[in-house]
């Protein structure tokens, strides 16, 4: 039976992020329109900055 544990976990770390930042954006909404964009942008922050660590560790 295979062990998918690590699959699990880096969806994990991504949620996490997620809620972090939901969170961060959310406190500095002030209008309707800055909360959307405050759920907009916690969807899509973690992905870039995955993306600038990954980046980051394969500069040669």
Sequence with gaps: MANNTGA????GGYFLAMIGSAVWF???????????GALLQAIVWPAFLIYDVFSFLNAP
């Design 8 to 11: 699990a976990a880096g969806g």
């Design 26 to 36: 959310w406190q500095q909404a002030d209008s309707f329109w800055e909360y959307v």
